[in-house]
């Protein structure tokens, strides 16, 4: 039992002794050592900022350039339709489609124009959130758009039974 004793005082000593030194530290010192660590976490942040800015450019320019094609399609498709409706002899029932497509058009290209501008407006500076809510909203939008396109193909070329846009089908 002594020798247990022993022991248990001489592991306290011990471990004390080893102890000590670290409750030596001085505000000071605690002070510089809490900054070096505040500095490392800022600088972390700060590259874990940068790569996801990064990110979002390449994701915004490819979703920007995807609508922007989205755009230039409905562009030429439009002004398809105003020169069909601008000659004089073209059937009531052909005018009637025309306008009924043009007016399709219209509300497709004013809704890729919007996903452009909010993603185009978005800054840099504003937070991950707030990029990610524009981000899915234009992606949402092109998806639509772009279902909306390919119905439309698929519906001229069951019409007119060629394959106009040589997608084979």
């Not at 590259?47 to 390449?58: I, M, T």
């Not at 772009?146 to 070329?157: M, V």
């Amino acid at each position: 039992m002594t020798t247990t004793l022993k022991s248990f005082l001489i592991a306290t000593a011990l471990s004390g002794a080893v102890l000590l030194p670290g409750c030596s530290e001085t505000p000071a010192e605690q002070a510089e050592d809490t900054s070096a660590t505040l500095s490392k976490i800022a600088e972390e942040a700060a590259a874990r900022e940068s790569n996801s800015l990064l990110e979002w450019e390449k994701e915004r320019n490819a979703i920007l350039t995807d609508l922007r094609d989205l755009r230039d399609g409905i562009d030429k498709d439009l002004n398809d339709c105003n020169t069909e409706l601008a000659k004089k002899d073209i059937r009531s029932i052909e005018r009637t489609r025309q306008q009924t497509m043009k007016d399709e058009l219209e509300k497709e290209k004013a809704l890729v124009e919007g996903a452009i501008a909010s993603i185009e407006g978005i800054s840099t500076d504003a937070n991950e959130a707030e990029r990610n809510t524009v981000k899915v909203k234009a992606e949402e939008t092109r998806s639509a758009v772009r279902i909306w396109w390919e119905k439309r193909k698929e519906g001229f070329d069951r019409a007119t039974r060629q394959d106009h846009d040589n997608d084979g089908h």
